[in-house]
């Protein structure tokens, strides 16, 4: 199916005002986590009655965190368990994980965005490993890399079928994705999380990870967060975690190079070697 007979199909919503694509909710826990996560003066009991708020939530949570992705000795069986053997940050980066399965829910039943959901996996689990590396918050990184690509999750919340179809039939790079998003949607899924870190009131950090992960490094040195997602979501694809079957990916060897010398030093990872880490770890989370 071509972008332009998917368009057609969309009705009205590439001609839409913003207001009007009726966005859905992310699941309210999940957001309730990330917000208090940017205040200092949180109390870890608060975090906890948060989670525990919803069962069905708290329980799926518990499940990851007893899986063979953290292998706990003991198994957890409450959330303030949880939390003294794992820790806050990391429970907060599991919350996230699952509010995104959860997000896309039945739109998971197409192929398209199971390959969607592992990208972002991929995409967490070599920020985190990039950020332990270098000076950068792992727990953070995680957390940003499930999330850099939330508009992208939105626009498959809102036409499942369509978007996957997309998807299915686009060759090219992100950057051209990003094209036949706008001629589909009217807005492209970088726009789309951009304006969600706002309506969701999420720690203004997330913005530059969700908008700008598709744009080229900047040629100043820097190293923040947003940086090191564009090179993790960029690796994610090299080893096999491409958003799309047909990406245009670029070779691992130079995105290696796109390191500043200590992250690239200390990562030591090649492609076959990081891609059965992270083929495990999905596995372990996809079991539960």
């Known amino acids: 199916m071509g972008v332009a007979e998917i368009s057609e199909r969309s009705g009205q919503a590439a001609t839409q005002p913003w207001a009007y694509l009726h966005l859905p909710p992310f699941p309210q826990v999940a957001v309730r986590v990330l917000q208090l996560a940017n205040n200092e003066n949180v109390q870890l009991h608060q975090l906890c009655d948060l989670i525990s708020s919803d069962p069905a939530f708290a329980s799926e949570v518990l499940t990851v965190a007893n899986s063979l992705l953290y292998a706990p000795r003991y198994p957890s069986t409450s959330i303030l368990q949880a939390v003294a053997v794992l820790g806050a940050n990391t429970l907060q980066g599991m919350c996230v994980t699952v509010g995104v399965r959860a997000y896309l829910g039945k739109a998971m039943s197409y192929p398209a965005m ?16 990039l950020a332990e590396a270098g000076f950068n918050d792992k727990d953070t990184a995680y957390t940003s890399g499930i999330l850099h690509d939330v508009g992208r999750m939105a626009l498959a919340v809102i036409q499942p ?10 060759h090219g790079t992100d950057a051209t994705l990003l094209d036949a998003e706008r001629e589909l949607f009217g807005w492209d899924h970088c726009e789309t999380g951009r304006q969600l870190i706002g309506d969701w009131k ?8 969700v ?25 994610a694809s090299a080893v096999g975690y491409a958003a799309f079957s047909a990406c245009e990916t670029t070779a691992f ?13 200390l990562f ?4 076959e070697m990081l891609r059965g880490q992270i083929e495990e770890s999905i596995h372990a989370i996809e079991s539960v």
């Open 161 to 170: 079928k369509g978007y996957a179809a997309l998807l299915d039939a686009h």
């Open 114 to 129: 199971r390959n969607l959901w592992r990208h972002n996996l991929a995409c967490a689990m070599i920020a985190e490993r």
């Open 253 to 265: 060897a130079d995105l290696l190079e796109q390191l500043p010398a200590r992250e690239r030093w």
């Open 268 to 271: 030591r990872a090649d492609a």
């Open 211 to 235: 908008a700008d992960h598709h744009l080229p490094r900047r040629n100043d040195g820097a190293w923040d967060m947003a940086e090191l997602m564009k090179v993790s979501c960029a690796m």
């Open 202 to 209: 999420l720690p203004d950090n997330l913005e530059a990870v």
